[in-house]
């Protein structure tokens, strides 16, 4: 067994990072100001999108993306019931219902093809969330979006750096919602960022994320002249601070080792547990590039011979992490109590959910690390 306890996840944080934070504490400046604007700028570069609008959360991002898609109380927004509550919770927050659409049963997102049964007269949004950073069907989609004169956000929390058709997630023209939360494929602490092509929405988010004030924090401080400012709007706290962002230069600099170790880690864990049966792992369409930025598994517990929870007991007394992603919203008490889900209302979802766990995978994890994982799952099916 393994001396010390495998972790979930940790984020990979250099001397190159803790320089480039330290810089940025002795500059004088700290709150929002020329390094959130270097992140935004090459954020946007690396995407292939016009604007990207750095937010103290993802969940901000798609709180904000609503607001400027016109989200409001009465409206109906569709998503996947298999995902981070702040998908939901963001839609329940503007008054808007939260219409849940069952996923696939082998990507594990959400299925277009049950997209146009959910939209009603009501429906003004979709919000796929690509699972794991496997993108999402945005092909169908997209027409689908198009038919039914619906916008589209995507909640790429788990997709930085995946790619879609040869082009990267967020560089496709929707609003895409990015989580720089530390298990999250590059970090700046805690954070987010929008990404998009249309400038009168970019100005306005910028607004928003700072109490809806005509000017930057840097631009108010910096000139003489630049004190006065107008509200045109009540806007929010939520921009980042420039701390913050120094950390996301540098994690954005190492973006191509960070995702090509998660993809080498992914494959090797593909490798090995091929060889055990009752586990099966995601399959990836060849049209898609994952971000891997989480390792799921889903166990077929009478051929594996232990269920979800017995296996993540067995894994945990062997001092290795898992998570599991998710426990589906329809599930969870509030959404059942406020929008009559119910148990049953999406049996893909609840299938996979019963089976599902995630491995621990983080980039400064080692194939020997895979290995103990491999070993503790075959001492625990014994
Ligand atoms: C992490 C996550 C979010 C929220 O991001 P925060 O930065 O933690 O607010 C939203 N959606 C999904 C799918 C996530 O995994």
Redesign the pocket.
Known sequence: MRKSYLKFSIPDITQKEIDEVVTTLKSGWLTTGKKTQLFEKNFADYTGAKYAIALS????A?FLSLIVEGIQAGDEVITTPF??V??ANVVHHLGAKPVFVDIEPDTYNIDPEKIPLAITSKTKAIIP?HYSGQPCNMQRIMKIAADHNLCVIE?A??AIGAEYQGKKVGGQGNLT?F???PT?NITTG???IITLNDKEKAIRLKKLRLHGMSKDGWKRYDQAESWYYEIHEAGYKFNLSDINAALGVIQLGRIKELNQKRKDLADYYIQQLSHIPGIQTLSIPSNVISSWHIFPVWIDSKELGLTRNQLIKALWKRKIGTSVHFIPLHLQPFYQKEYQYKKGDFPITEKIFAGIVSLPLFPKMTNKDIDDVINAIRDAVK
């Open positions: 959360s993802g969940t901000a798609l995902t981070f702040s998908t969330v909640d929390a788990h919602c989580s720089l939360f999250k805690e954070g987010g």
